[in-house]
């Protein structure tokens, strides 16, 4: 399948039934034909017909959408980017084990590997993804995995697949990326040498903001591992999500490709702005990823940031006067999104910590949405009047 049929066919293989659109299995339980057929299935990893938190056939649709678009083996569904992501890990490392992660992770994951890890013995060392050479000089015997997400919040990082896949198979260590950002439209980690790749499908692949969920993509083998996790930890996305996230995924390369070039051309106005000090977006030439992300992105994506001269306050007042884009967090919806990063998303973390994350005062982060790209421009405009 060529690029723009891949999206709107993706798992259709797996409909069990006749109708066009998944039929959503609205179902806990499954009713078994046997003892013989209930202990069969009660054998086999991930069944779609035996309880609905061990798999269920519109969620197993969605997976092998999820696969497909990846370029994976196979994928798993979560209820959340979070539950996907926690799962990945527990099913890659075990105590005594030492993780890499990239410093500029997405704040629930750090405090995974930070705090939730640490207490069960399993230690990480948080390095700069973009500096290969601490990359690979944070690597011990022990280390099990190195963790990545490209591009990062809120600086947009670009961190290059592609080297840290080969470090990760020179050293016999399990590389996995965050690809929620990026989103398989504009980066297939996995064909770049990655092993696994984590989504919050909560934001492109769902696409509407309008559900919570997450996946996970990789190997047969360790996808099988993963589901051990999803089993016992339980975090299964419900059969209605599963469908709305299949749905979203059908316009998956239409959407992407309106949010990369209006981010494109915001971006530009932006950095052409006097009240502007600074643009983050790895389309423009004077990001410090531009070269990699023109390397491994098809697009550069919908999201980007900003620094406004003035502080805290100038931020503050900045997303308050906005009236088209809607001043919330989370990003890859239709509408376009701003928040005021060192009050909001990054709120939590000390001043230092804030600045070591690239999180100034003024800085404003985008989720550019689907609208008419001059409409937005000219909304940041007037709320920077
Ligand atoms: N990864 C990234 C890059 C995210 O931006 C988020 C949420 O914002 C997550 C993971 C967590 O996903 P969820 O909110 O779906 O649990």
Not at 355 to 368: E, Q
Request: glycine share 8%.
């Amino acid at each position: 399948m060529r690029e723009h049929t891949l999206p709107v066919h993706a798992g259709a293989h797996a409909n069990p039934s006749h109708a066009l659109a998944v039929p959503i299995y609205q179902t806990s339980t499954f009713r078994f034909d046997s003892a013989a057929h209930g202990a069969e299935l009660a054998q086999q990893t991930a069944p779609t017909q035996l309880y609905t938190r061990w798999g269920n056939p519109t969620t197993h649709a969605l997976e092998c959408a999820i696969a497909e678009l990846e370029g994976a083996e196979a994928a798993l569904a979560f209820a959340s980017g979070m539950g996907a992501g926690s799962a990945a890990v527990l099913a890659a490392v075990q105590s005594g084990d030492h993780v890499v992660a990239a410093n500029c992770l997405y704040s629930g994951m750090t405090d995974l590997f930070e705090n939730v890890l640490a207490r069960f013995g399993v230690h990480t060392t948080f390095v700069d993804p973009t500096d290969l050479t601490a990359l690979e000089a944070a690597v011990r015997a022990e280390t099990k995995l190195i963790y990545v997400e490209t591009p990062a919040n809120p600086t947009l990082q670009i961190t290059d697949l592609a080297a840290v896949a080969e470090l990760g198979r020179n050293r016999r260590i399990l590389t996995m990326a965050d690809n929620t950002w990026a989103s398989p439209w504009n980066t297939r980690p996995i064909a770049l040498g990655i092993d696994a790749v984590v989504h919050s499908a909560t934001k492109y692949l769902a696409g509407h903001s309008d559900v919570v969920a997450g996946a996970v993509a990789g190997s047969r083998a360790f996808v099988d591992r993963v589901w051990t996790m999803l089993k016992v930890f339980g975090a299964c996305i419900s059969p209605h999500d599963a469908f709305l996230v299949h749905r979203g995924i059908k316009t998956l390369g239409v959407r992407v490709e309106r949010h990369n070039a209006s981010a494109m051309a915001l971006a530009r106005a932006l950095a052409a702005d006097p009240r502007v000090e600074r643009v983050y977006y790895p389309g423009l030439e004077d990001h410090p990823g531009h070269a990699v992300a023109a390397e491994q992105m098809r697009g550069f994506g919908g999201m980007l940031s900003f620094e406004l001269a003035g502080g805290i306050d100038a931020g503050k007042r900045a997303v308050e006067r906005l009236r088209l884009v809607t001043h919330a967090v989370s990003l890859g919806g239709t509408e376009s999104l701003a928040v005021h990063a060192a009050s909001t998303t990054h709120g939590t973390l000390s001043e230092a910590a804030r600045r070591r994350a690239g999180v100034s005062p003024g800085l404003i982060r985008v989720s550019v949405g689907l609208e008419d790209e001059n409409d937005l421009i000219a909304d940041f405009r007037q709320a920077l009047s």
